[in-house]
């Protein structure tokens, strides 16, 4: 038998919070002897996007379990909109909406049905639910399809009705589990835009990730998680701002031999080799500090094929920060991104 957890019943956002509407402390948690999470603690702002950015198993979506009361918490302190997880689980489950990775609409159900059914579950009454309903149509661009069944609907419809499911109760916070995950480019960046208006109506927004796009785009901040560990927070600018103005791609003769070379000169902060290139942080001026480091490589009679300067992306803040990359999807994807929201490759 299934056993329905109720969530998100208009709390609102509890004043106790002064300023924080999540706040974790020393979580750890562990299946048998994998350890999943690892000593974490962060805080969420409210009315912030707040992200968790790591690769499959990095622990983002036992994170999003526990603050959401579905699985137990093992180890340290987590509040959300005021309330203890542990203590308090039924008063966080009424300050709280869900989107899972995996759809759980009722297929038989019009997309109006959907939403007038999770509002009667919760209570809210008639002029109450039919006004947010309205609301919620509008907002996720659903009005032409109140009548359609879910199943009938197209992958990107149904994840905004989704949406607007977790909303209709006006939760203080909204957790998305990898929400845009296995959609197409253009269908990814709609969502985006559906959630910056839901931002704006006031809602705080947990959103775990491994689209280093999606975090860039749409984060207040962010928060790289690897390995169950947090490795660094910041804004997006900040995070990029921290390994420096610009980035040098060199793809030479002998990338090993040239590492070597410049990471001798107290002009390079790091080299990252890569498959074919070396990604080096400067700490000076690009312009000045570039022909020093091709003239002191050709002299070592290794031929230079590629010069490439660039603005730090997120791609490279999490080789930085990891040691290693985040694969999300082959080069053509990326590139789409790339051309359409301007991030400089």
Not at 90 to 102: A, H, L
Not at 157 to 186: C, H, N, S, W
Not at 220 to 233: A, L, N, Q
Not at 257 to 262: H, P, S
Request: proline share 2%.
């Amino acid at each position: 038998m299934t056993r329905m957890i109720r969530y998100g019943r208009g709390k609102g956002v509890d004043s106790r919070m002064a300023g924080n509407v999540i706040e974790v402390n020393n979580l750890e948690h562990s299946y048998g002897s994998l350890k999943a999470i690892d000593n974490i603690s962060f805080t969420v702002k409210q009315g912030e996007i707040f992200s968790f950015l790591g690769p499959n198993g990095a622990g983002k979506s036992t994170v999003i379990n526990i603050l959401t009361t579905l699985r137990k918490l093992q180890k340290g302190e987590a509040r959300v909109n005021g309330y203890d997880v542990a203590k308090e689980p039924n008063s966080v489950r009424r300050s709280i909406g869900i989107v899972f990775q995996m759809l759980c609409l009722d297929h038989e159900m019009t997309v109006s049905e959907n939403l007038e059914y999770h509002g009667r579950i919760y209570s809210m009454k008639k002029k109450e639910r039919n006004k947010r309903i309205e609301e919620l149509l509008k907002l996720t661009d659903l009005e032409s399809k109140r009548d359609t069944l879910g199943k009938d609907l197209s992958g990107g419809m149904k994840r905004r009705l989704e949406l607007a499911r977790g909303l209709m109760t006006k939760p203080a916070v909204l957790f998305l589990d990898e929400p845009t995950i296995g959609f197409d480019i253009q269908t990814r960046m709609r969502m985006w835009e559906y959630l910056r208006e839901i931002k704006r109506e006031g809602t705080t927004i947990f959103l775990t990730t491994h689209y280093m796009e999606e975090a860039d785009q749409l984060s207040d901040r962010i928060s790289i998680i690897d390995h169950g560990k947090i490795i660094v927070t910041g804004t997006s600018d900040e995070l990029k701002n921290k390994l420096g103005k610009d980035l040098i791609y060199l793809e030479t003769s002998d990338n090993k031999a040239a590492a070597e070379i410049l990471r001798s000169l107290g002009s390079v902060k790091s080299v990252t080799e890569d498959t074919k290139s070396l990604r080096i942080m400067i700490r000076e001026d690009v312009t000045h500090v570039l022909p020093q480091i091709m003239e002191k490589i050709r002299r070592e009679g290794i031929d230079i094929i590629i010069v490439n300067i660039k603005k730090p992306s997120m791609d490279d803040v999490f080789v930085h920060y990891t040691g290693h990359g985040l694969r999300e999807g082959d080069e053509d994807e990326k590139q789409q991104v790339i051309e359409m929201v301007g991030i400089s490759k």
